[in-house]
């Protein structure tokens, strides 16, 4: 899944959860993906594979969709008279 930093932040438990119960949760910075939380069960797992960290992380990631639709409303008119 993923969540807008601001949105992570103010939910912080609810993002930790999800990556304990659903795997990697990726935040994002502006619309794009800058980081992951995996828990630390998936970490360790990871680790003993005996595969370098980054590379194991990749491979074992779920792949997603990093496409986010940014609504298109303007917000309301407001009269300035």
Do not use: C, H, Y
Not at 3 to 19: I, M, P
Not at 20 to 35: D, L, S
């Amino acid at each position: 899944m993923n969540w807008q930093l601001q949105t992570a932040k103010n939910r912080l438990s609810e993002v930790v959860k999800a990556a304990k119960t659903q795997g990697m949760q990726i935040i994002t910075v502006r619309g794009k993906a800058e980081v992951a939380m995996i828990s630390l069960e998936d970490l360790r797992r990871m680790r003993r594979a005996g595969k370098p960290f980054g590379k194991s992380w990749w491979e074992s990631a779920p792949k997603v969709d990093l496409a986010i639709e940014r609504s298109r409303e303007t917000g309301r008119d407001v009269d300035l008279r």
